[in-house]
Nanobody
Framework: QVQLVESGGGLVQPGGSLRLSCAAS????????VAWFRQAPGKEREFVSA??????HYTDSVKGRFTISRDNAKNAVYLQMNNLRLEDTALYYC???????????????????WGQGTQVTVSS
């Protein structure tokens, strides 16, 4: 099992930027498909982005604004979030899984390892 700890959340104005980090321990993160999900109050958990092999995946609402990356040397995954909007406000989770086929990377239930989440609040 890999343990995941997110950080980097905070309060930011619309149009601002944040960089979320997901530090992994226990296993090498490059063995996993890694993803970011988010959950806003009163809403279902939502896929944000994933890194599988050399491919990246994004939900439509964040394309062109968010970038997922991975640093195998630091055993970490990042989510650079630019041009943040009010609707990006949510608790953001890092997830890792193995054996995922591409069609499942957007499915939360496909991931067996989750962090505790980091809060992102976009407000003026």
């Amino acid at each position: 099992q890999v343990q995941l700890v997110e950080s980097g959340g905070g309060l930011v104005q619309p149009g601002g930027s944040l960089r979320l980090s997901c530090a992994a321990s226990g296993r090498a993160i490059n063995r996993y498909t890694v993803a970011w999900f988010r959950q806003a109050p009163g809403k279902e958990r939502e896929f944000v982005s994933a890194f599988k092999g050399g491919d990246t995946h994004y939900t439509d609402s964040v394309k062109g604004r968010f970038t997922i990356s991975r640093d195998n040397a630091k055993n970490a995954v990042y989510l650079q979030m630019n041009n943040l909007r009010l609707e990006d406000t949510a608790l953001y989770y890092c997830a890792a899984g193995t054996g995922l086929i591409t069609s499942r990377v957007r499915v939360g239930a496909a991931y067996g390892n989750w962090g505790q989440g980091t809060q992102v609040t976009v407000s003026s």
